[in-house]
Nanobody, 115 residues
Framework: QVQLVESGGGLVQPGGSLRLSCAAS????????MSWYRQAPGKERELVAS????????NYADSVKGRFTVSRDNAKNTVYLQMNSLKPKDTAVYYC????????WGQGTQVTVSS
């Protein structure tokens, strides 16, 4: 049974930091490109960051470059998103995605940036 379980979301003040985690199970994690997406109310889901199967390459949306860092630990079947200098516009539900021939999604975790 495939599972992607996100954690680490919450309420944070502007300028603060959060670290999201996504624990994977039920598939060969090390073969999959892992990505973080987000969806704000009334908006389409957008790609935030992705990382290659061995962590050899990363890609970021322009809006988060220099503030967010994606990483993975294949020994723990976990992908992370370190989010620094958070802004109110970063408020969204953040989703974990695994992609290699097929695509899997987590249930999402809410991130709210507000004073």
């Amino acid at each position: 049974q495939v599972q992607l379980v996100e954690s680490g979301g919450g309420l944070v003040q502007p300028g603060g930091s959060l670290r999201l985690s996504c624990a994977a199970s039920g598939f060969t994690f090390s073969r999959y490109t892992m990505s973080w997406y987000r969806q704000a109310p009334g908006k389409e889901r957008e790609l935030v960051a992705s990382i290659g199967s061995a962590g050899e390459s990363t890609n970021y949306a322009d809006s988060v470059k220099g503030r967010f860092t994606v990483s993975r630990d294949n020994a723990k079947n976990t992908v992370y998103l370190q989010m620094n200098s958070l802004k109110p516009k970063d408020t969204a539900v953040y989703y974990c995605n695994a992609r290699w021939l097929v695509s899997y999604w987590g249930q999402g975790t809410q991130v709210t940036v507000s004073s």
